[in-house]
């Protein structure tokens, strides 16, 4: 079946840092890759995605690439802020199947002054 | 609103007791999600409707779970007979018709099971 492994955290990170969030996936097609976010008190909501081997995602500065032969889609920012301070969860959805998300367990970031 | 509603927010019952969650989904959107979430962990898939059928529901933990959407819009998740081990968030979310979109989704019910 499909699954989506993240790194454990908390990731304490000063402001200003460069961020890196793992993400590895198993499915048995060819999934769309999504990162979303659930800031404190507040639904997840979408930072990026991307649907096919070697697209890159981008959004309020967060990048990540779909990599096919390694199977991830690791977050990236180059610098962080205190307001990126949240919850990031990596997800699938296979094409050609079912197309239900599949989500990792989430990595808690923060960021301090 | 525009957005994917909620209710009730927070919800404490008694072991055995039933419990209905309702989800009111972004207007015009056909297809409906509910997952479960854990404290640490990530959205647990429950069920899946596109319009008023069902389309999926292999993430149902058991039969005290079941779920409707009688008119393809507003969803009710209902409970019989709860434990302690249902205590979770509950979260809805909704998406358009295209598969690969993005899934919008509402604060969630958080469920605690005395």
């Known amino acids: 079946g499909n699954s989506v492994t993240q790194m454990e955290g908390p990731v304490t990170l000063s402001e200003e840092a460069f961020l890196t969030i793992n993400c590895t996936y198993t499915?048995?097609?060819?999934?769309?890759l999504f990162w979303y976010v659930q800031y404190p008190g507040e639904g997840l909501q979408l930072l990026l995605k991307?649907?096919?081997?070697?697209d890159k995602g981008s959004n309020k500065g967060f990048e990540a690439t779909y990599r096919k032969e390694t199977t991830s889609f690791h977050l990236e920012k180059g610098s962080v802020q205190v307001s990126d301070s949240a919850v990031y969860f990596c997800?699938?959805?296979?094409?050609?199947?079912?197309?239900?998300?599949?989500f990792g367990r989430g990595t808690s970031l923060i960021v301090h002054p | 609103g525009a957005g994917v509603s909620q209710t009730p927010s927070n919800k404490v019952t008694e072991k055995g007791k039933y419990v209905e969650l309702r989800c009111d989904p972004i207007?015009?959107?056909?297809?409906l999600y509910w997952y479960r979430q854990s404290l640490g962990q990530g959205p647990e898939f429950l069920i899946y409707f596109q319009g008023t059928g069902a389309a999926d529901d292999s993430g149902l933990p058991n039969d005290r779970f079941f779920a409707v959407r009688p008119e393809g819009s507003v969803s009710t998740l209902k409970i019989q007979r709860t434990e302690r081990g249902d205590s979770a968030v509950y979260l809805c979310?909704?998406?358009?018709?295209?598969?690969?979109?993005?899934?919008?989704f509402g604060p969630g019910t958080r469920l605690t099971v005395l």
């Open positions: 499915a048995t097609g060819y999934p769309s």
């Open positions: 997800a699938l959805s296979e094409t050609g199947g079912s197309y239900i998300p599949t």
């Open positions: 991307a649907t096919k081997a070697d």
């Open positions: 979310a909704s998406s358009s018709s295209d598969p690969r979109g993005e899934l919008f």
């Open positions: 207007s015009g959107h056909t297809a």
